[in-house]
DNA sequence: GCCATTACTTACATTTTTGTATGTACCATA
DNA sequence: TATGGTACATACAAAAATGTAAGTAATGGC
């Protein structure tokens, strides 16, 4: 997403693949960090702070664009409180919550392509990078997300 | 993918992220055109020339690239047949095929989306791109894939 | 000999995405 | 008065993805 010229091919090939269901929803989630994001909020609503702290490697900035993103595309809602210092909270949309479904089965999926192609099994651990430990609606995840 | 340069911190932020099965997954259908080629695929063995007819403004480079990525990520086979002019037949892996019922599901998820946020339905018919008919695996769909 | 066909390759340019570094507002507390 | 915490914004730089234009090899048909 990110700023749009209307003119290049690039982006007329990015608003053509736009009409397509399967390549529009590719777009929406797309992002390198938006699926994690996503299973981040599947445990409910999260602080921008507890996001950060969680994903591992990512940065302020790039957690601000992913996440403003995701609101303008309506998978997230975004509420500020009017404190000081600011605590701004993250919570999925209704929408938001259908993809988690998807990403389980695409998690399954990664999973037994890594398995095949190399017979190795996640090179993650628990411990390694943020768990993902108070989630009810997709417990099966078992690395990052 | 492409080229990797070993240093930056974007792409150990790749590697990283390939440690995560979802994250993984989504680097392997993640390209531009990924998942047209895929969902094309789905109907049987495709020569080159094909898929490039079917896939509307994909270029020859991009499709090129394209495939040999999935090659690569062992989503699909090629085979080259010793003839003049020269063909190459495109056809899915088994774990490619795994994707598809993915697909249909982003896809159905992606219709869904875009009727909630915008309230309209699909832009495009099917005349206005290249079909998908003979598809007997996921014969829903009804837009560019 | 010349052309057409097919599936590419190569060099290059442009656009988009991602990351770095620094600054900001607000107010409570020390 | 100075400091700390939170959730950003901004200017800039680097890297990656995508697109353009041209060329190539092999061979059969004219």
């Not at 409910?44 to 302020?60: P, S």
């Not at 095949?116 to 390694?128: I, K, N, P």
Request: hydrophobic content about 40%; some cysteine.
């Amino acid at each position: 997403m990110a700023k749009i010229k209307e003119n290049s091919t690039n982006s007329f090939n990015r608003k053509f693949l736009t009409d397509c269901d399967l390549t529009y929803a590719l777009q929406l989630m797309g992002g390198r960090w938006k699926l994690l994001i996503l299973m981040r909020l599947t445990s409910g609503t999260q602080r921008f702070g507890e996001l950060k702290k969680k994903i591992t490697n990512i940065t302020e900035r790039m957690l601000t664009l992913q996440l403003r993103e995701m609101e303008a595309d309506g998978l997230i809602t975004r509420q500020v409180f009017a404190e000081v210092p600011p605590r701004v909270e993250y919570t999925l949309t209704e929408i938001g919550k259908e993809l988690i479904s998807i990403c389980d089965a695409l998690h399954t999926w990664g999973a037994r392509h890594r398995f095949q192609v190399a017979g190795e099994v996640s090179a993650l651990s628990h411990d390694d990078v943020a768990e993902f430990s108070d989630s009810p609606p997709s417990a099966q995840l078992n690395d990052m997300v």
